[in-house]
């Protein structure tokens, strides 16, 4: 099972629309939790941070569940430049110090005309 | 303020050879971290550096290898290159925190090797 979870679409959705992506976790000693934006071709860029209590930044929602495991994104108002891959990250922790981030495979998302 | 610099940018090498890459990390941050991305799949975790020494590493042969210098940038070196290798290698600084919170990750553009 991989570590991290994610549905790799493609998702088409039309401009202006709703869209949320999912992600589970497979470690719960898990510690923090992100999701990151990749356009094609360049680096992962934080999108946010994401929190139990939920966190908002303008058109995007994300929430976490440590029960479950689970990881969400929902992004509001869909624009064309929301088009990129989106990618669950978690950050488990490393025995005898520092941090790694696991990343999921990404969801792509294309926002339409 | 610069970011994360990494060269080449672009890198086309032979089965068997062996690469070096580079990565100057973002001003004030002292621990870099490596990453592989193959097409199609997220970002794999190589190994990290923290003063001068590799800290964790995950699941990648021996023939990847890497250094820190005190300047706090870093090298990753792959040997006995393979088809297999062709991938984005991400580099990526931070300051050092207490583990468990990875806020601040700053990710370089990348290197892409392509092995023929």
């Known amino acids: 099972r991989k570590e991290v979870e994610q549905d790799p679409g493609p998702f088409n959705v039309p401009e202006g629309a709703t869209v949320a992506f999912n992600c589970t976790y497979s470690n719960s000693a898990s510690q923090s939790f992100f999701w990151y934006r990749q356009d094609c071709r360049k680096e992962p860029k934080l999108l946010m941070s994401v929190y139990s209590s939920g966190n908002e930044d303008g058109r995007f929602t994300a929430q976490l569940n440590r029960a479950s495991q689970y990881i969400s994104l929902l992004i509001r108002d869909s624009k064309l430049s929301d088009s990129a891959t989106y990618l669950c990250?978690?950050?488990?922790?490393?025995?005898?110090?520092?941090?790694?981030?696991?990343f999921g495979t990404g969801t792509q998302l294309k926002v339409e005309l | 303020d610069a970011g994360v610099t990494q060269s080449p940018t672009h890198l086309i090498k032979t089965r068997g050879q062996q690469v070096t890459l580079r990565c100057s990390p973002k001003s004030g941050h002292d621990t870099v971290s490596w990453y592989q991305q193959a097409l199609g799949q997220g970002p794999q975790f190589i190994f990290q550096?923290?003063?001068?020494?590799?800290?964790q590493r995950g699941n990648f042969p021996d023939r990847f290898s890497g250094h820190q210098f005190p300047n706090y940038s870093s090298e990753l070196n792959v040997n006995a290159l393979l088809l297999g290798d062709s991938a984005l290698y991400l580099c990526a600084s931070s300051f050092n925190v207490p583990t468990g919170y990875s806020y601040g990750y700053t990710f370089g553009s990348g290197t892409r090797l392509t092995v023929v």
């Open positions: 990250v978690v950050n488990g922790g490393l025995t005898g110090g520092g941090n790694k981030l696991t």
């Open positions: 550096y923290y003063e001068e020494e590799e800290r």
